[in-house]
T-cell receptor, first 115, second 113 residues
Framework: GESVGLHLPTLSVQEGDNSIINCAYS??????FIWYKQESGKGPQFIID?????DKRQGQRVTVLLNKTVKHLSLQIAATQPGDSAVYFC??????????????FGKGTLLTVNP | EAGVAQSPRYKIIEKRQSVAFWCNPI?????LYWYQQILGQGPKLLIQ????????DSQLPKDRFSAERLKGVDSTLKIQPAKLEDSAVYLC???????????FGSGTRLTVV
């Protein structure tokens, strides 16, 4: 079947440490991936994305790595802060020449940052 | 810029009752999505509109769920009759066009008892 999933359901880190959240996907046709952050009582918020023709993309304090060989992507958060505490979802999109946008979400990882 | 507005924020109903959720997307956004998010899971797409037309409703349980976007702006999602397993957060999202990044609303939390 086709699925997007996460290795670790929960992750607890100390403030200031780096965090790594992992995600496995099974659909080799997926060409676009997004990481979302969801705080309690809110909708998912875009963090960073990456296309399948890339293997790394950096944003402000976040980096996404894509390994197409093993169908794995990760989200790295540098100098994790208490405000980073949330559930993180990876989502894949099987684009149809860019004209469609249908996201399949994984189950999520709960990140807890301890002060 | 105002975000995606959803109401109500919370709703509790008994099974077999009906319920409706409302969504007002970001102004100018042609594409509107409804997602269902069961506790502990990621959101699952129910239906996607492009203006007032349905693009994808393959995962919408059409025997009890319906949605419309008559004027191509705001949208309503209805469940009739509700079942216990419909308890979830219903998220609305919108994007400027298909293929563009979707912005999510805060959702409506439905509890069916």
């Amino acid at each position: 079947g086709e699925s997007v999933g996460l290795h670790l359901p929960t992750l607890s880190v100390q403030e200031g440490d780096n965090s790594i959240i992992n995600c496995a996907y099974s659909n080799s046709a997926s060409d676009y991936f997004i990481w979302y952050k969801q705080e309690s009582g809110k909708g998912p918020q875009f963090i960073i994305d990456i296309r399948s023709n890339m293997d790394k993309r950096q944003g402000q304090r976040v980096t996404v790595l894509l390994n197409k060989t093993v169908k794995h992507l990760s989200l790295q958060i540098a100098a994790t802060q208490p405000g980073d505490s949330a559930v993180y979802f990876c989502a894949e999109n099987r684009g149809s020449g860019g004209s469609n946008y249908k996201l399949t979400f994984g189950k999520g990882t709960l990140l807890t940052v301890n002060p | 810029e105002a975000g995606v507005a959803q109401s109500p924020r919370y709703k509790i109903i008994e099974k077999r009752q009906s319920v409706a959720f409302w969504c007002n997307p970001i102004s100018g956004h042609a594409t509107l999505y409804w997602y269902q998010q069961i506790l502990g899971q990621g959101p699952k797409l129910l239906i996607q509109f492009q203006n007032n037309g349905v693009v994808d409703d393959s995962q919408l349980p059409k025997d009890r769920f319906s949605a419309e976007r008559l004027k191509g702006v705001d949208s309503t999602l209805k469940i009739q009759p509700a079942k216990l397993e419909d308890s979830a957060v219903y998220l609305c999202a919108s994007s400027l066009d298909r293929g563009e990044l979707a912005i999510f609303g805060s959702g409506t939390r439905l509890t069916v008892v």
